[in-house]
Every structure is written in structure tokens, then in C-alpha cells.
């Protein structure tokens, strides 16, 4: 299986992890098919990153809300969109509530503040 050599000690018979392509589609068709699939909308705003950011950044914003256990994927995924300069203010404030979950409260406040000067320079 590609991913899991056998000398560091994976289980060659282990099945992979289950993608949601693995799980009958593009992201899209499976949030449709069921959206409270947190997984495959994860998927799906990151499919959406720099092209579409205001749908990405949607996707985010109902995560943030509906899962606490996606929260640090989350942020990792906003930390790289506003690495490429997209989702300006609004990625810095769902970046500071995605930090709020994860009680890092000095994130917060350094991107609430981000947002805060972003707001201010349009």
C-alpha cells in the first residue's frame, strides 16, 4: 500500500484512511449527500481555498460552529490562506475563533486584532 512501508512498522493489511473521494465523490456530492459529514465539508472549503475564498471561508465558519474536533485542522487550513493573502479579514477572525475553541486565547485576541486592522485598511 502506498504511504504505509512495511519498516516502520504499519500493518501492510491495515485498510487506508477513508478519503471522501473513497467515499463515493468529489466533496461536493457528499456534502449534498449528507451535510453533516464534517470530513468531506473540511474537504470540500479546501477544494474551494484560493479560487473561491468566500465559500471557503463559509465552509469554515459552519465547522467552527457545529465541531470542536476539527478546530485545529481548521486553523491550519486558514493559517495557509492568509499565508497566500486571501480571506483577509474574515480569515483573520475565523482564525481567532478557531483559536478561542482550542483555548489559545493570545491567538485569539493577536488575530481579532488582525481583523480589526484589515477592516480598517478597505
Given at each position: 500500500m502506498v504511504g504505509r512501508p512495511r519498516d516502520r512498522g504499519y500493518d501492510a493489511?491495515?485498510?487506508?484512511?477513508?478519503?471522501p473521494v473513497d467515499r463515493g465523490g468529489p466533496p461536493e456530492a457528499i456534502v449534498a449527500a449528507d451535510p453533516l459529514d464534517g470530513p468531506a465539508?473540511?474537504?470540500?472549503?479546501?477544494a474551494y481555498g484560493v479560487e473561491r475564498p468566500e465559500q471557503a471561508l463559509d465552509e469554515y465558519r459552519r465547522l467552527l460552529k457545529e465541531s470542536d474536533e476539527l478546530a485545529p485542522?481548521?486553523?491550519?487550513?486558514?493559517?495557509?490562506?492568509?499565508?497566500?493573502?486571501?480571506?483577509?479579514?474574515?480569515?483573520?477572525?475565523?482564525?481567532?475563533?478557531?483559536?478561542?475553541?482550542?483555548?489559545?486565547?493570545?491567538?485569539?485576541?493577536?488575530?481579532?486584532?488582525?481583523?480589526?486592522?484589515?477592516?480598517?485598511?478597505?
Open positions: 493489511r491495515a485498510p487506508e484512511p477513508e478519503t465539508r473540511l474537504a470540500l472549503a479546501a485542522e481548521i486553523v491550519e487550513r486558514l493559517r495557509e490562506m492568509i499565508a497566500v493573502g486571501t480571506g483577509g479579514a474574515r480569515a483573520h477572525r475565523l482564525l481567532g475563533d478557531a483559536y478561542m475553541k482550542l483555548g489559545q486565547f493570545d491567538l485569539a485576541m493577536a488575530e481579532f486584532q488582525r481583523a480589526l486592522a484589515a477592516r480598517a485598511k478597505r
